[in-house]
Nanobody
Framework: VQLQASGGGLVRPGGSLSLSCAYSGFTKAYYVIGWFRQAPGKEREWVSSINSRDGSSYYADSVKGRFTISRDNAKNTVSLQMNSLKPEDTAVYYC?????????????????????WGQGTQVTVSS
């Protein structure tokens, strides 16, 4: 499985940015794609995930109502639309994936449970 994150950049507080994760190589029937972020000196933090089974989406409380995760099955991409950005959203953002032969009922928020990772993309929110 390969994941390629893109779309980071510098944005002012209150602004918007969209990240994209292009994926390929899944061999099992079910997968979850998630976004994590890591700020300097902090642990990697789960942001959002989407389940391939039914497109259900999940968000960390810190981004709920501001970020939206979506998928484009035709393009094999998962996007993270980030609105009302705050300085505390500044981090390197990573997309990651879990795949399984079994239906994934509970979406994990634990980085170690994600089997595949893309390279990070820097998001900086600053005036």
């Amino acid at each position: 499985v390969q994941l390629q994150a893109s779309g980071g950049g510098l944005v002012r507080p209150g602004g918007s940015l969209s990240l994209s994760c292009a994926y390929s190589g899944f061999t099992k029937a079910y997968y979850v794609i998630g976004w994590f972020r890591q700020a300097p000196g902090k642990e990697r933090e789960w942001v959002s995930s989407i389940n391939s089974r039914d497109g259900s989406s999940y968000y960390a409380d810190s981004v709920k109502g501001r970020f939206t995760i979506s998928r484009d099955n035709a393009k094999n991409t998962v996007s993270l639309q980030m609105n009302s950005l705050k300085p505390e959203d500044t981090a390197v953002y990573y997309c990651a994936a879990i795949e399984s032969v079994f239906i994934i009922m509970m979406v994990s928020t634990t980085p170690s449970e994600y089997q595949y990772w893309g390279q990070g993309t820097q998001v900086t929110v600053s005036s």
